[in-house]
């Protein structure tokens, strides 16, 4: 359960993405809430993986549900317990706002082609951003299907290892719901993008169920803010991940 305020949350976690083989290494992620709104998400950087027993300093964001995509991201810092059953202790040393969905409009897109079947023209992300242009090859790509859970996730992830860009969308009953471009480091590190609900997500499978190829373009799109470490702390967050 996590726990915390500025607002009182407590919410049982419906679903979990461990992005730690393969995908990446340093990535952590849970989506919780009620299904029937827009999940709270909580994503944390971890350096390394957490030996058992051990504890380690974690840096991330999270948003709380919301009836609507209008909701506030706050990043934090923690100190996180990886406990002898795999669940984590996580107990925030600070909490600062990041910003609200949609934010400050920006101009131009992002897209992405991931395949396995050789569907895409090439397998990169390009984005015509203003201040944030690239095209960059897709280093990880990952496709989950919770059980009991309506949305369908997928993440993207393309860069260096000096300068990054993830992307995560959503669909709900194989419509479009959401997606989230987050720049884990280079000159715009700790940045968080909202793109607009007339972006589009479209994936190929084979006999219907491994997903084999995603293609997505993020329209739209607004700047939340980002991460600053000198923001004021605005309370705690504490609980268990399990």
């Not at 242009?133 to 989950?144: E, G, K, R, V």
């Not at 959401?178 to 007339?198: F, I, K, M, R």
């Amino acid at each position: 359960r996590i726990e915390g305020s500025p607002v009182n949350l407590s919410e049982s976690v419906q679903q979990a993405f461990r992005w730690q083989q393969g995908i990446s290494p340093d990535q952590f992620g849970v989506d919780f809430g009620d299904t029937k709104v827009i999940p709270g998400l909580l994503r944390m950087q971890v350096q390394g993986r957490i030996p058992i027993g051990s504890s380690a300093e974690v840096s991330g964001w999270i948003r709380l549900p919301s009836a609507t995509l209008g909701a506030t991201f706050y990043c934090f810092d923690a100190n996180v317990t990886l406990l002898a059953n795999l669940s984590y202790d996580l107990e925030t040393t600070s909490l600062s706002l990041l910003g609200r969905c949609p934010g400050q409009a920006t101009q131009g897109q992002v897209v992405a082609c991931a395949s396995e079947s050789g569907n895409c023209p090439a397998e990169q992300t390009v984005s015509t951003l203003a201040g944030a242009t690239f095209t960059d090859p897709i280093d990880a790509w990952l496709a989950s299907f919770a059980v009991g859970h309506p949305e369908q996730a997928y993440f993207v992830r393309a860069g260096s290892s000096a300068l990054t860009y993830e992307v995560e969308a959503w669909k709900r009953d194989n419509n479009f719901l959401e997606a989230l471009l987050t720049v884990p480091s280079g000159d715009d590190q700790g940045a968080l993008y909202c793109a607009g609900n007339d972006s589009t997500l479209r994936t190929k499978s084979d006999n219907g169920s491994t997903v084999t190829s995603i293609d997505i373009v993020l329209r739209n799109l607004s700047r939340a803010g980002r991460c600053d470490r000198g923001a004021p702390n605005l309370g705690k967050l504490s609980g268990c991940i399990r």
